[in-house]
């Protein structure tokens, strides 16, 4: 999360709002307020995209189970949904309207439920490979992840590569990742 040039994804790749996936992405599982390392670039991505076009959609919260407070801890609003990711696209997309799907981005820790509903919605996906912590994480979410990084190494040494998005020069990312 505070990896993202939100600068150059907003100017090189014309994205006009941005959602993200809540536990492991911007919060520890099942916390309501925002990783402390991240603090400056939550307020960094708020700024670039405006509140109003920064969003969370969790399958923790903003469902019918969500009993946090979210909004009002990380300053943006919370889509609420029935369904669970990857499933629930057509709610992100009437939150951005007219903003269109592939100037959307999508951020997530989790290929089969993030970057699936991304993906299955045009958007433009970014996964958060390494997560803030698995201490209190949903046991099934935790092996499944694990799961994916291996799925996902495999399929790269196969030389298997992302589809290209319509925004993107390459499919890198590179311009929109800064090193550590």
Not at 10 to 34: E, R, W
Not at 89 to 112: C, M, S, T, W
Not at 121 to 138: F, R
Request: net charge neutral; charged share 25%.
């Amino acid at each position: 999360m505070s990896c993202i040039n939100y600068a150059a994804l907003k100017k090189q790749a014309n994205i006009q709002a941005i959602g993200f996936d809540k536990d492991n992405c911007l919060t520890a599982p099942y916390v309501s307020n925002i990783h402390p390392p991240f603090e400056n670039a939550w307020e960094e991505c708020k700024k670039t995209f405006g509140k109003g076009k920064v969003m969370i959609v969790s399958n923790s919260a903003g469902t019918k189970d969500d009993a946090q407070h979210l909004e009002a801890s990380l300053g943006v609003t919370v889509l609420k949904h029935e369904e669970k990711k990857p499933d629930g696209g057509h709610h992100l997309a009437n939150y951005v309207k007219p903003i269109k799907p592939e100037q959307v981005a999508f951020v997530g820790d989790r290929i089969l439920t993030d970057v699936l509903f991304g993906n299955r919605n045009g958007n433009l996906t970014i996964w958060t490979s390494q997560v803030i912590t698995e201490e209190g994480d949903n046991k099934p979410a935790l092996l499944i992840r694990r799961l994916e990084h291996h799925l996902i190494h495999m399929l790269q040494r196969l030389g298997v590569k992302a589809p290209m998005h319509p925004g993107l020069i390459d499919n890198t990312h590179d311009d929109f990742i800064m090193k550590k």
